[in-house]
């Protein structure tokens, strides 16, 4: 009895002095307010507009906190502080775009998949590029430290100087743009929607499954995080009851393949 007791009052204490640290706070309402980072150059899924940090990310990540009962204060850290910040325990979790792999396994922990992605090829109209493998010896843009850049490590060779790299993906655009690039490899929604909304520009997209996997987003958490539980089974709602396409059908205007999705739970 002595030692239940005992028990009770460590875990009591426990949960009194953790609730005391770490990076989230409570509001008013009870409800914890998680930190979230992101790099919002990457539309459609994070950008800046008029201030505000929009984007597919930004209105599925709302959804999902919402769901899981957290408020959520989003901050624009840019990429790689995303991962100092999370592996750190900064914040509490990021979303950005951020593809599931082994390597990240294991240091993170992810979310269930949440969206299906590629890297493709991003060109100017008349290019000679027609697959993956037109670019050797061709000067490649890709944002540095993302899948992008190591799929044309795998092509081209680690180290290689034909790569260049770059804080963020915005700024291996406007490389190739200015002529200082021949391709820009990144997530394929995020070229596709580029060169739609810039006719002027003539750019066009080229994808090659040979070269480039499947990949699939997740919300990265610092190792052993609490909070992967309750956001996995949100995001499970989100996909069920509707909210989910709703979300990709106001940015993609079409249905998202959610069976694709679900097998990877
Ligand atoms: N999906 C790619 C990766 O995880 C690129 C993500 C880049 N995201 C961003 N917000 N810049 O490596």
């Known amino acids: 009895m002595k030692k239940l007791l005992f028990l009770m009052v460590s875990v ?3 949960s009194v002095v953790l609730a005391g640290c770490g990076t989230s706070s409570n509001n008013g309402e009870g409800k914890k307010t998680l930190k979230v980072v992101t790099d ?18 930004v209105d599925f990540l709302k959804a999902v906190a919402k769901e899981a009962g957290y408020e959520i204060n989003l901050v624009n ?16 979790l990021a979303i950005s775009a951020i593809t599931i792999n082994d390597d990240r396994k294991q240091s993170y922990d992810f979310s269930v998949p949440y969206f299906l992605s590629t ?4 060109v100017p109209e008349g290019s000679d590029i027609k697959t993956a493998s037109d670019l050797e010896g061709k000067v490649v843009a890709v944002q540095n430290g993302t899948t992008g850049q190591e799929a044309i490590e795998s092509l081209l ?3 290689n ?5 770059f804080e963020n993906n915005n700024l291996a655009i406007m490389e190739l743009i200015s002529g200082g690039a021949d391709a820009v490899v990144a997530d394929n929604t995020v070229v596709e929607e580029y060169a739609k909304n810039n006719p002027d520009q003539k750019l066009v997209v080229i994808a090659d499954t040979d070269s480039f996997d499947s990949e699939f987003y997740g919300l990265m958490f610092p190792k052993g995080s609490k909070l992967k539980a309750d956001f996995d089974k949100a995001i499970k709602t989100v996909v069920e009851n509707g909210t989910y396409a709703k979300i990709y059908n106001d940015w993609f205007g079409s249905d998202p393949d959610l069976e694709t999705l679900k097998q990877q739970y």
């Open 12 to 14: 009591l204490v426990a």
């Open 40 to 57: 919002a150059a990457y539309a459609p899924f994070e950008y800046m507009d008029k201030g505000e940090i929009v984007g597919f990310d």
């Open 77 to 92: 850290v840019g990429w790689d502080p995303i991962f100092v910040e999370i592996e750190d325990e900064i914040a509490d």
């Open 119 to 122: 890297n493709k090829i991003l």
């Open 157 to 159: 060779g680690k180290n």
């Open 161 to 165: 100087p034909n790569i260049k790299k």
